[in-house]
Nanobody, 132 residues
């Protein structure tokens, strides 16, 4: 069974930065596209960023583009989310997720990576709080 464990969340002031990590175990890491989502109380889980199986493709929500960077290290079975210029509206529980879709996803024009239902495995989440 694939397990995902997030870390790195915390409390930061507006304009600050944080780096989230997600450690993956129990599967062949390199076959999974990896995504970050976030959720606030009473709202649906929101897509933040995704990175392809080989790390060559990545996509971001408009709300974080230019501020957040997703990366992966297939040798360490881990992904990361570098979050800069944080805003109070970035406050949420952040989740990493793994989806097994295959390479055609990245040139087919599909937006499946934005749909939380397309992912197969999820972490437990880590809280990020940005104070104003």
């Amino acid at each position: 069974q694939v397990q995902l464990v997030e870390s790195g969340g915390g409390l930061v002031q507006t304009g600050g930065l944080l780096k989230l990590s997600c450690a993956v175990s129990g599967g062949t890491f390199s076959i999974y596209a990896m995504g970050w989502f976030r959720q606030t109380p009473g709202k649906d889980r929101e897509f933040v960023a995704v990175i392809s199986e080989n790390g060559r493709s990545s996509y971001y929500a408009d709300s974080v583009k230019g501020r957040f960077t997703i990366s992966r290290d297939n040798a360490k079975n881990a992904i990361y989310l570098q979050m800069n210029s944080l805003k109070p509206e970035d406050t949420a529980v952040y989740y990493c997720a793994a989806g097994q879709w295959g390479p055609t996803t990245w040139y087919s024009g599909s937006y499946r990576y934005m749909d939380s239902g397309e992912y197969d495995y999820w972490g437990q989440g880590t809280q990020v709080t940005v104070s104003s």
